[in-house]
């Protein structure tokens, strides 16, 4: 018998992959919370410090794994629902900020934040990074054609579209490899293992919804793939 897909037990288990993952690498004590939706019960919000009242403010998680005091902060708030077939785990909607203070809805202190929106309205890409920075340089490429100007932290960067978009542990990765954080041990062993995963679910994702491909890729290395019965 397939069990009963439960979000709220599943929603659970993703913020605890999440602490897990923070508290394994660039911080110490943090716990992430999951939440039902105040908008739909078919809906939960993963975040730090948040409750059923505040469960859209994005609070910043300090990026240390000792006393020393912060000076970077992590923004993360990921909101969470059944696929179509109400059996797996889905992100409809991720921030990532980056930010120089532990108030990350102040724009003065953020650096940069990757955003998600699963059927994203606008035409913008579902999967973007902003970078909250500017130039000369790009103050001049904002002149768009239509007259206005756009400077660089409000320009959309197509980040892998939906399937292949950056993780939390991309994000963690960055400030590791740029010495930006103190590590835990074993942190890139955990990057990697959880990375994996994510790659993981994201393929078998891909292929249930398009099994054709990986039906002739494995026909080609050699394997029997029994078509199912219609």
Known sequence: MTRKFDLEQESRKFGDHLTHVLNGT???GVPLTSVVSTYSRSRTVVGYGITKDNQDEIKGIPVTVGRRPAQLYLGPSIHLGPDDANEHLMVTKSVMILAIGEDVGDDSNVLLHYDYEREKED???EAHLEVCASSNAWEIAGHRLDGSERLLERLHLPVGGRRYRPTLEDLIEFLVRENLAE???NCDALLEASRTGFHEKQ????VRRNPQPAVDQL???GYTVTEPAK
Do not use: F, Q, S, V
């Open 123 to 125: 035409d913008y890409p």
């Open 203 to 206: 393929l078998r994702a891909a």
């Open 183 to 185: 590590t835990h041990p």
């Open 219 to 221: 026909r080609k290395d």
């Open 26 to 28: 660039i911080c110490t």
